[in-house]
């Protein structure tokens, strides 16, 4: 039998979502954003190699690059924040990171699919799990109860 959201109606066995199809779109997204560079630009695979070589300055001007050609992509800034966190800039990291949350925060109550919505729940909270330490570095203390917060309600 399948899953029911709210107050179902006599008769009305019509499945909103099956627990598969709620299983398959929450594993579909959860790929989509470990697999954050299928269908970026060179720039993106660029500063990914560059983090990956342990070049954090040179990733930071390809994320940047990149960040430039797509202001509005959530997980080009998350990038560039951890970029500029690799090259010990704490504040500009933290800021990038700020701004993503800020785009998926606008985003996540679009009407969209469920699976874009999943995949923009899933990349916040990643984004949260990078603020919470990044908060208390910074002596952002009030900072940590809100995004905590903001994790259990989005």
Partial sequence: MGFHLGPQRAGDLTPVLTPREYVSL????????VQ???GRCDSYERGVAHLAAERPGA???AFDSFVHLYPDDPVG???LGLAHLAAGHFVAGFEHLVFALKILRR?????????ESFRLHLEAGLVRLLLLPLCGRLGHRDSVNRLIFEGLVL
């Fill in 107 to 115: 985003d996540v109550w679009l009407p969209i699919p469920l699976c």
């Fill in 77 to 79: 800034h998350r990038m």
């Fill in 36 to 38: 954050t560079s299928a």
């Fill in 26 to 33: 929450l594993s579909n997204a959860i790929e989509e954003v």
């Fill in 59 to 61: 990733a930071v001007d």
